[in-house]
């Protein structure tokens, strides 16, 4: 399905409230780029309040400026329906990553974890800095920081995604009083309280993720959502290094102050929380390893999304065929638009006359070689040696011709140069005489087609077709 200058494909993510697809760009001189494309579920598409929400998302992340953010590249309006064109990142999320190494009932690697982290922090910081066009800060919160929202891409690189209940500075849509989005496990305790949140909120949701991937559990899990999130705000914070004791004590302490009750007992920015780590005996992991250790816990998610790439068009029908025409329809898993092989279009007519030209002249070479080598046999000089060139097979002659002018001379062509039986696929033994043969005009076997046109198809067709 055509999405503006997209070519829409099917989705390799679902969410509550939207669809990710694969999609593609084509351009000029054979440029094409893979993007992700975020498709609301049609019961959203109609909603006021999802609208402004997918709007304001699409805003905020087009002005962060972060290799460590899924960048927003497009939103397109086709219908009733708006269109998030997004940066593609080949890579699970980190829950996935999370959930694979307790079932093999390992921890993630504590030089993999701080990078993991790390890069988390600075995509954090570059939403946190953004301003708008006159310089002022947005104000941007995330508030939804989990594992579902980090990817870990192929390469060794974390990205932060969706936005989608950020808050910021000149939103179209604003949190009524009262409620509470975003996951219970992450919430900060003013955002459980309902109080304003600023960036520090982000730094607390980060610490709970930091200490989810190197513990492989969350340290507050309660029964249901409002228990959860009341532990947030009543329990102490736990000691990573209660359930894994090979944590450094420096580590420990960084993720306990990340989860401070009170916003000011925390760093006051992911930033100073990513420089914190510097200081770590345990340094961070680089990408290369990370992209080595992604490659073996996530292999087979890793192999199918490989698998569902390669699948995608290399081309596309940039002329298209309607959706009535192939039957259709918006959306449809099957709405890929295959590429369209085109037969080589006939050669130019001045293509045609420089290469009889050619050959002709040759033939006239080979003459003036044999007169030369031969003085004997040549004729007089005051006579005048007419040299006829050697005859040329029928296919050879007729693809030699311009369409029309082998159209003209087919009756000329002697019936003794058609075979009179010679098998060829479903028509073998049929015998074969030029009385036999229908007019030319009749006859569209080999008319334009360029590929029949030089083959040797005078089984089917009248001489000179």
Request: proline share 9%; charged share 20%.
């Amino acid at each position: 399905m055509r999405i503006g200058r997209y070519e829409l494909f099917e989705p390799f993510g679902t969410g509550g409230m939207a669809s990710v697809h694969f999609g593609k760009l084509f351009a000029s001189a054979g440029f094409q780029r893979i993007v992700a494309i975020k498709v609301p579920h049609a019961q959203f598409v109609s909603d006021t309040d999802f609208r402004a929400m997918f709007l304001d998302e699409a805003r905020i992340v087009a002005r962060i400026q972060s290799p460590h953010v899924v960048a927003t590249l497009d939103v397109i309006e086709q219908g009733k329906t708006l269109y998030q064109v997004m940066e593609y990142a080949n890579g699970p999320p980190l829950s996935d990553v999370l959930k694979t190494t307790r079932a093999r009932g390992e921890h993630v690697p504590i030089s993999v974890a701080l990078a993991i982290m790390g890069d988390a922090l600075e995509g954090l910081q570059a939403a946190h800095e953004v301003v708008d066009d006159q310089g002022a800060p947005l104000n941007v919160v995330h508030r939804d920081v989990s594992p579902q929202n980090i990817l870990v891409t192929s390469d060794g690189v974390a990205k932060v995604i969706d936005f989608g209940i950020a808050a910021a500075v000149g939103k179209l849509h604003h949190t009524r009083p009262g409620d509470l989005k975003g996951k219970a496990s992450y919430m900060a305790p003013e955002q459980v309280e309902g109080r304003p949140v600023d960036r520090r909120a982000d730094v607390y949701a980060a610490g709970i993720v930091l200490y989810e991937i190197l513990t492989g559990a969350r340290p507050f899990a309660g029964h249901d959502f409002a228990s959860t999130a009341l532990m947030h705000v009543l329990n102490p914070v736990p000691s990573p290094r209660d359930a894994r004791p090979e944590i450094s004590e420096e580590l420990a302490a960084i993720v306990v102050r990340a989860l401070e009750k009170k916003p000011q007992d925390r760093f006051p920015t992911t930033r100073a929380m990513a420089e914190a780590f510097l200081v770590l005996p345990t340094k961070r992991a680089p990408p290369r390893e990370v992209a080595e250790w992604l490659e073996d816990v996530s292999r087979d998610f890793l192999a199918t999304r490989r698998a569902l790439v390669a699948a995608l068009p290399i081309a596309s029908d940039l002329h298209g065929r309607s959706e009535a025409a192939t039957g259709l329809a918006p959306n449809s898993a099957t709405a890929v638009v295959a590429p369209r092989m085109r037969l080589a279009e006939p050669r130019p007519r001045t293509l045609l006359m420089v290469l009889a030209a050619a050959i002709a002249a040759t033939v006239g070479a080979g003459a003036v070689f044999v007169a030369t080598r031969h003085p004997l046999q040549a004729a007089s000089p005051r006579t005048p040696v007419a040299v006829a060139p050697p005859p040329l097979s029928a296919p050879l002659a007729t693809s030699m011709r311009e369409p029309e002018a082998a159209e003209k001379t087919s009756e000329t062509v002697a019936a003794s140069a058609l075979p009179t039986a010679r098998p060829h696929g479903r028509d073998a033994g049929v015998t074969t005489s030029a009385s036999a043969l229908p007019p030319a005009s009749k006859a569209p076997c080999c008319s334009d087609d360029i590929r029949i046109r030089f083959s040797n198809c005078l089984d089917n067709c009248p001489a000179g077709s």
